[in-house]
Nanobody, 126 residues
Framework: QVQLLESGGGLVQAGGSLRLTCTVSGGPSRRYFMGWFRQPPGKEREFVAAISQSGGLTYYTDSVTGRFTMSRDSAKEIIAVRMDGLKSSDTAVYYC???????????????????WGQGTQVTVSS
């Protein structure tokens, strides 16, 4: 079955940068509409960013706009988010998600996604 594997999390000082990647394996060979969600300690999971199958469209929550940048590999089923200017409020477990639907009306809605990774911890120290 389809599996998503995140990597790149870690501990970083405020103002620093991290790059998270998500690799899709299993299932049919195809590109998915994919997103990143995060769950801060003691809080609910929230939308972070998403990218279309072609990579031509990206979406960001207001709090990360201008700091986070989504991208995807030109050939491989890998997406990445470059996180710059990290803040303590960015501390969370970050989850990669993929939607099996071709059309994703609301990328911010977690119900649009069918597959989820195990999560990778991002900790930003102040």
């Amino acid at each position: 079955q389809v599996q998503l594997l995140e990597s790149g999390g870690g501990l970083v000082q405020a103002g620093g940068s991290l790059r998270l990647t998500c690799t899709v394996s299993g299932g049919p060979s195809r590109r998915y509409f994919m997103g990143w969600f995060r769950q801060p300690p003691g809080k609910e999971r929230e939308f972070v960013a998403a990218i279309s199958q072609s990579g031509g469209l990206t979406y960001y929550t207001d709090s990360v706009t201008g700091r986070f940048t989504m991208s995807r590999d030109s050939a491989k089923e890998i997406i990445a988010v470059r996180m710059d200017g990290l803040k303590s409020s960015d501390t969370a477990v970050y989850y990669c998600a993929a939607a099996s639907k071709i059309i994703v009306p609301n990328p911010k809605d977690p119900a649009q996604y069918d597959y989820w990774g195990q999560g990778t911890q991002v900790t930003v120290s102040s």
